[in-house]
């Protein structure tokens, strides 16, 4: 984690000012991070980028081109369509990133070269996800099998185009049903907007196309479900993990935002803990 910050002090900038974005936001301003600070906001809506207005900290309002020198870090928080040309620019102006937008490596998987060539660096949150740090280390030569099971409650999964695609509607569903299986590439092409984690786990295990993931829409699921099983010589692991809804977005878990925060403390910060 190696940020050139010549007076300690990170300089952050955040494009997407929605659900994360701007919670992200307010956590900056309010000082929560300590020896971090908030530069640079831009939101692509112009409601979202007026709410620049209840900032404290009078970030400047500049698109991500105008960022470099600004900011030592970005942080992403639009959607899978849009982080590749917003982390393709923000690398090659010298800046590293932290991407919420995960999915958009399996259809931009050029931007981890990317990061190499430029030496810069991106910063992936654990999400809702508990377990990442036993993938990683597991995955230091003895991991043969990782497989992501996620429970949502249908309301999460409108709007995904594998549903239109294969005429699944999840209306008057009255128990937990499988409605997808197959690798995370797969699960993140059907669902872009609902399993950026399987992406995340697949960059911190055996890859897009060796990461099996089973989607169950569950009209009773209160909370996201989210269950890692794995094996391999190291032994094997099982995680699951429980996260409410983001009441302002139900696509979004509570535990992504402060997931967010806690990788911004980490990369701030002078300690860093976990693998
Ligand atoms: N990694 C994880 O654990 C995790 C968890 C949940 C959500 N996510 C992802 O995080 C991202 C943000 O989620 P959210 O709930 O805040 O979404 P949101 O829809 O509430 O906010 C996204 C914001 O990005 C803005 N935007 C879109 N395209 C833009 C562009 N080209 N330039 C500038 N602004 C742009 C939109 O106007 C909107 O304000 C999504 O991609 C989501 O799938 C990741």
Redesign the pocket.
């Known amino acids: 984690m190696k940020i050139e910050r010549p007076d300690g002090i990170l300089r952050i900038g955040i ?7 701007f919670k992200v936001c307010l956590a900056v301003d309010r000082g929560d991070l300590e020896g971090a600070v908030l530069k640079a906001v ?4 112009p409601e ?1 980028l007026a709410r620049h207005e209840e900032l404290s900290s009078r970030p400047r309002v500049l698109p991500v081109s105008q960022m470099a020198g600004e900011i030592d870090l970005l942080f992403e ?4 369509e ?2 590749a ?2 982390v393709s620019e923000a690398l090659q102006r010298g800046i590293d990133v932290l ?5 958009g490596f399996a259809l931009h998987p050029e931007l981890l070269e990317l990061a190499r060539q430029t030496r810069r660096h991106l910063y ?6 508990s377990g990442l740090d036993g993938i990683l280390a597991s995955n230091v030569g003895n991991l043969d099998r990782v497989i992501l099971t996620t429970t949502k409650h249908p309301r999460s999964l409108a709007g995904a185009p594998y549903l239109t695609e294969k005429k699944i509607n999840l209306e008057g569903l009255d128990g937990p049903k499988e409605i997808f299986r197959g690798t995370a590439a797969n699960a993140i092409r059907g669902f ?3 399993v ?2 399987s992406i ?1 786990l697949s960059l911190a295990g055996l890859g897009f196309h060796r990461t099996e993931m089973v989607i169950v829409a569950d009209p009773g699921a209160r909370r996201t479900v989210h269950e890692i099983k794995a094996e391999g010589a190291f032994g094997s692991l099982y995680t699951r993990t429980e996260s409410s809804p ?1 009441p ?2 139900p ?3 509570l535990m ?1 935002v402060s ?2 925060i806690a990788t911004l403390k980490k990369i701030a910060g002078a300690v860093k803990v976990g693998t």
Request: cysteine-free.
């Open positions: 494009v997407g000012m929605g659900a994360i974005g831009w939101d692509m809506r979202a928080a639009t959607n899978a849009a982080m040309d917003i991407v919420m937008s995960t999915g992936l949150p654990s999400g809702a996800l872009p907007a609902n950026n984690i995340t983001d302002e977005n696509r979004t878990s992504a997931s967010a």
